[in-house]
Every structure is written in structure tokens, then in C-alpha cells.
């Protein structure tokens, strides 16, 4: 096991109701395995954060579902600019 501090911005802080917490996970767990467990702890307003955002794995933007966790992991919420 691992632990993993998450930290959560806009609509994804609103979906946890925090903007950070450091979880337990298996020290292999991925993107996606976060993604599961985020929906099934926050429900459908992170499921949709989740589907159409983005995470941050120790800086490095991802949303493959296979990429292996680090130390830190941000998700972000989808955005919009021009």
C-alpha cells in the first residue's frame, strides 16, 4: 500500500467537498483505479469530473487510465478558454 495525496481543483473540489486528502492505495494502482475509486466515494458529480477531465500524476498531465500513480495526483475538472 501507498499513499497518495490528492489534491482536487474547481468543480472536482466541489464533487469531494475538499481540495485535498491523502488516500491509501495499492502500490501499483493507475489512473483509472483512482478514477473508480473517486466515483464510488463522491458519486455522480465526480463521475463526470472524471469522464471528461483530466489528472496530473506527479506533474504530468494524463487521462490514461493505465498510467501508474505517484506521490501526488491532481484532478482537474474539465476546462474552457479561447
Known amino acids: 500500500m501507498a499513499d497518495v495525496h ?3 481543483f474547481a468543480a472536482a473540489a466541489e464533487a469531494a467537498g475538499r481540495e485535498e486528502e491523502v488516500l491509501d492505495v495499492d502500490s501499483d494502482a493507475t489512473v483509472g483505479d483512482l478514477g473508480s475509486a473517486l466515483v464510488t466515494r463522491y458519486g455522480p458529480v465526480m463521475a463526470r ?3 471528461s477531465g483530466s ?3 506527479d506533474g504530468i498531465a494524463t487521462r490514461d487510465p493505465a498510467r501508474r500513480l ?3 495526483v ?4 474539465p476546462f474552457s478558454g479561447g
Open 49 to 51: 469530473v472524471v469522464a
Open 55 to 57: 489528472f496530473l500524476v
Open 70 to 72: 505517484g506521490a501526488r
Open 74 to 77: 491532481d484532478v482537474l475538472p
Open 6 to 8: 490528492v489534491r482536487y
